[in-house]
Structures are given as structure tokens and as C-alpha cells.
């Protein structure tokens, strides 16, 4: 078995020859982080993969993620480490069943999160991400109804902080709804001095009791901006390690899970890569997404439209 400072090697050498880019999520484990071309939140890495001008994207995240990528830059060859790395929000909405939803509601247009199958961007007019969904919701006229799609919590979110009623598919993600309010409050009272943050796909009881709610991006961002010393944070907890990295000297405790032996504050899906995954990965090129030509031309209008409405 070789050692990381190996695997470091291998990876860097392949990723030269083949003019390769690793792109990683937030929620990545430390190592691939700090191995990536680039680190970032759905936003971010859905911009670098379309403006990058390597032949090749190895990306470090979940499948909706990795066929975004594909999405944007059909040419290139667009790899994931593991094919496992699935993601429960956006398996809460199937293609089918989304369709006849939809069709329910003929005079309202779809804003959809990016955590959905390219099958469910293909039936969206436009999509979003946790950064900028307010301001895609704000840029739609006031008197045009709108389904969201896939995140209840988002989506009431949203609702609540633009004052739309949007109709709400009833998806969640595995992780933002496991945490415990409970055992968040009594940490509370131990930490009086920290301040809680939180993503918006967490539950509204959550979300009302935090100083803070954003996006991965916003709340590293409010870490480094605000004076507080101490943070809970209610997210995955890959995002930490970025927290910590930029702001040494202040202190970050990972929110608590219900169950706190399921470790459900980390994405299994997420966590399924590692280095000998990566190196392997682009080593011999595997696991390529590929996608259907028709479903790439629907999928892309939604996606660009987010990327131009957030420029
Ligand atoms: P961000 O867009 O905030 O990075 O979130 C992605 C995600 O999967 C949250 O669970
Ligand atoms: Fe999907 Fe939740 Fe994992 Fe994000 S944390 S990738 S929403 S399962």
C-alpha cells in the first residue's frame, strides 16, 4: 500500500501529463482538499468547470456535481473518484414522479436547487445553488408562481426571506435533517460565546435559532468576517477544515447529529473519496460521466441562466 506523500506524487505527476484539474467540494476529507486545483461550493466549482481549459476534470464531489461539470463542458472528460458518491437530496426527486408535479401546475415555472439528477435540470427553467438562490428567486417577477424543487428546507427558507409562496417539492438531504436541536441548544449554554451558523437545507427550528444562515462559501466567508471566536456549525463538517485553516486562532465545534453514532453530520456520499480512489481515478481514467446528448441540451439553459443571472 503506498503512503499519501506517494499518492501525492503519483497524483501530481498524472495530473500534468494528462493536463488534468481536481475539482473538490467543501465537504471533501482534509487530504483531498489540500490536493485540489480548486476548493469550493456548488457555485464556485460549477463556474471552474466551465471556464477551465484542462482536457480532463476529476471532481471530488457528488454525482450532480460531477454531471454539471459534464454539463458545461460536454467535450471534456469529466471523472469521479468512486460512482457511489450519489446524494440523498437529490435522489428524493425522481425524473418521473417530479414530471406529473409539474404538470399539476402549467402557469408556474421551476427553479431548482443544483442538487438534482441532469434529468430534473432538463424539466427546470432555472437552476440555483444554496448561494445565490435568493437572488435568482428576487430576479423573477413577483406575479409569476414558481415550484421549487427538491429542498422543503430551502425552499421555506426562501419563502420565508422573499415573501413568495412558492410551491415546494418535499425532498431533504440526509444530513442537514439529522441534527439536534436539543443537543445544539445545550451546547449552547456551554458555549455562550459561540456563535451558531447555519446551512439553509437544515431544518426551520435550526435555522430561526442560528446568528448566521448560508451557504458552505457564506459561512466560511462569516467566519473570517465575524469578530466571534467560537462557531457551531451546522453543516457537513468537511467545511471545518477550511474554517480552521483560515482562521487559526478561533475555535469550531461540528453541531450535533440526533444520533451521534450514525455520524450523519458527515455526507456518506461525500466521504467516499479518498487518495487511492483519486489517484486510481485518474490513473486510468475512471469513472466517466456520460450523458445523454438531448438531456445535455435541456440541462445546459437552466444552468446557464443561473450562471448568467449570478454574474
Ligand atoms: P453548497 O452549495 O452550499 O456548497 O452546498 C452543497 C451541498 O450539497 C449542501 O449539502
Ligand atoms: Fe447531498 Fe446532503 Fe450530501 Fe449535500 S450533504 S451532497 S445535499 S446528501
Not at 276 to 284: G, I, V
Request: aromatic content about 6%.
Amino acid at each position: 500500500m503506498m503512503t499519501n506523500e506517494e499518492l501525492i506524487l503519483k497524483i501530481n505527476k498524472v495530473r500534468k501529463e494528462k493536463n488534468a484539474v481536481i475539482l473538490a467540494h467543501y465537504y471533501q476529507e482534509p487530504e483531498i482538499q489540500d490536493i485540489a486545483d480548486f476548493v469550493g461550493d456548488s457555485l464556485d466549482l460549477s463556474r471552474k468547470s466551465a471556464d477551465t481549459n484542462a482536457d480532463m476534470i476529476v471532481f471530488a464531489g457528488v454525482h450532480f456535481m460531477a454531471e454539471t461539470a459534464k454539463i458545461l463542458s460536454p467535450q471534456k472528460k469529466v471523472l469521479i473518484p468512486d460512482p457511489g458518491a450519489g446524494c440523498s437530496l437529490a435522489d428524493s426527486c425522481p425524473a418521473d414522479e417530479f414530471k406529473k408535479f409539474r404538470d399539476r401546475y402549467p402557469d408556474h415555472i421551476v427553479v431548482s436547487y443544483v442538487n438534482t439528477t441532469a434529468e430534473i435540470k432538463a424539466l427546470t427553467d432555472i437552476t440555483c445553488t444554496s448561494t445565490n438562490a435568493v437572488h435568482i428567486i428576487k430576479s423573477i417577477h413577483v406575479d409569476q408562481p414558481i415550484i421549487f424543487a427538491p429542498d422543503r428546507n430551502l425552499g421555506n427558507y426562501l419563502n420565508s426571506i422573499t415573501g413568495r409562496d412558492m410551491v415546494l417539492w418535499d425532498g431533504a438531504c440526509h444530513v442537514h435533517e439529522e441534527f439536534s436541536l436539543e443537543k445544539i441548544m445545550a451546547l449552547r449554554e456551554q458555549h455562550p460565546d459561540a456563535k451558531l451558523i447555519s446551512h439553509p437545507e437544515c431544518q426551520r427550528p435550526l435555522l430561526i435559532a442560528s446568528d448566521f444562515v448560508g451557504s458552505t462559501s457564506a459561512l466560511l466567508k462569516f467566519t473570517q468576517q465575524d469578530p466571534a471566536k467560537k462557531f457551531i456549525v451546522a453543516t457537513e463538517s468537511g467545511i471545518l477544515h477550511q474554517m480552521r485553516k483560515y482562521n487559526p486562532l478561533k475555535e469550531f465545534i461540528p453541531a450535533p447529529p440526533i444520533d451521534s453514532t450514525c455520524g450523519c453530520n458527515n455526507c456518506k456520499y461525500m466521504r467516499l473519496h479518498n487518495l487511492p480512489k483519486l489517484y486510481a481515478s485518474l490513473r486510468d481514467e475512471k469513472f466517466e460521466i456520460t450523458l445523454d446528448e438531448e438531456i445535455i441540451k435541456k440541462a445546459v439553459k437552466p444552468i446557464k441562466r443561473m450562471l448568467e443571472l449570478s454574474n
